[in-house]
């Protein structure tokens, strides 16, 4: 029994080492192959990029612009990891540096300025548009007139029937029997 598990163990090195050999075997070949593929890539490419100016080798990508952040933007994220931060190694919040500004609102005397101005543009454009719309009307008039010329008569008077009233009978008197 002992000399049976000495014999597997033989042979369980010898697959090992047979099989770390054809591994390695078959990793030389598939870098052949892929050199040989990769010249014929670049023979495509070259016969792609032919024209003048183009060069045959892979175009490179441009290197990625980073996005820029204004400064407030930069602080604003500063403190949230703070926060994070902070709440994660169970640290208290720290206080606000400072109160956020009261929101801006418009006074009655700004809002009827902006009223008053936009009243002002839209007579000016009224203004310059009214005479192009008059000349129009005009061409109009002019360009429809002589095509159609009918007199227009005096409007006809319906004669009126007058219809007697109708009025309700007068009620039957009776009279004694006898």
């Known amino acids: 029994m002992g000399t049976h598990v000495a014999r597997s163990r033989c042979t369980l090195n010898h697959m090992i080492t047979f099989n770390h050999s054809i591994l390695e075997a078959a990793l030389a070949g598939l870098e052949t192959q892929k050199r040989r593929i990769d010249a014929q890539i670049a023979e495509v490419r070259a016969m792609l990029f032919s024209h003048p100016g183009q060069s045959a080798t892979t175009p490179e990508a441009a290197p990625r612009q980073r996005r820029k952040f204004s400064a407030a933007t930069r602080r604003r994220m500063k403190e949230a990891q703070r926060r994070r931060w902070a709440k994660i190694r169970g640290e208290a919040e ?3 540096p400072k109160a956020p500004k009261p929101k801006r609102r ?3 005397a700004g809002r009827k300025a902006i009223v008053a101005a936009a009243k002002k543009r839209w007579a000016l454009k009224r203004a310059e548009a009214a005479p192009k719309k ?5 061409a109009a008039v ?3 007139a002589p095509a159609k010329t ?3 008569s005096a409007p006809v008077e319906k004669p009126v029937v007058k219809t007697a009233k109708k009025t309700a009978p007068a009620p039957a008197v009776e009279q004694p029997a006898g």
């Open 94 to 96: 720290p206080a606000t």
């Open 106 to 108: 418009l006074s009655a």
């Open 134 to 138: 008059i000349a129009r009307k005009k």
């Open 142 to 144: 002019e360009k429809a």
């Open 150 to 152: 009918v007199k227009k």
